[in-house]
């Protein structure tokens, strides 16, 4: 059997495609570190499954997240809520003093999931740890307007290191290019255009 070149760059370029295709949607993973109100300190671990809508392989498009997870681990005097699992993006996890109970607020990075979620009027979507579970809310109370983030939003699609801590966000939120909505939690946000 004669070797061919040409054949075989062919073979090499096809299993290079194949393999960034398949490589480029792994789940992002990695522990964060979470500044609550109290000053006390929690890690987490999240999951994010991207969706790439660049071509041909390419990330330049963007992606949106077609799930992933909050999983508290260890740091909080109070007993840690379970996992939220959900395709929104967390943007800030804490302890609600007034109603004793966790809350996380969540949002979405574009059109795409506004008009999925049937165009909502705010960007946040309110939950509750309650028996045991993740609960949907209403409107967000008023005291949640105005505070900062406090998990990681600006998430990079090709992959976050293992741990993240307080100062590392800090850090990264300086030189970050996000949207005020993303660094925290807007009350008059028109959403109309998105």
Do not use: C
Not at 17 to 37: K, N, S, Y
């Amino acid at each position: 059997m004669r070797f061919r070149p040409g054949v075989a760059f062919a073979a090499a370029l096809v299993a290079i495609f194949v393999a960034w295709q398949w490589l480029r949607d792994r789940p992002i993973m990695w522990q964060e570190e979470v500044l609550l109100a109290s000053g006390s300190r929690l890690w987490v671990e999240r999951q994010v499954q991207p969706e790439h809508r660049g071509r041909f392989g390419s990330v330049i498009g963007g992606w949106r997240s077609k799930g992933g997870y909050l999983k508290p681990l260890s740091g909080s005097d109070r007993p840690l809520p379970g996992t939220w699992i959900h395709k929104l993006i967390p943007m800030r996890l804490d302890w609600d003093e007034v109603d004793n109970e966790w809350y996380l607020v969540v949002t979405y990075y574009g059109s795409a999931e506004h008009h999925e979620l049937g165009r909502p009027k705010s960007p946040y979507f309110d939950y509750r740890y309650r028996r045991s579970a993740w609960v949907l809310l209403g409107a967000l109370p008023d005291r949640r307007f105005g505070l900062p983030a406090n998990l990681l939003v600006s998430i990079d699609g090709t992959g976050e290191p293992a741990q993240i801590d307080s100062a590392a966000k800090a850090a990264r939120d300086a030189e970050s290019r996000a949207s005020k909505e993303f660094r925290s939690i807007q009350r008059d946000l028109d959403t109309r255009g998105w």
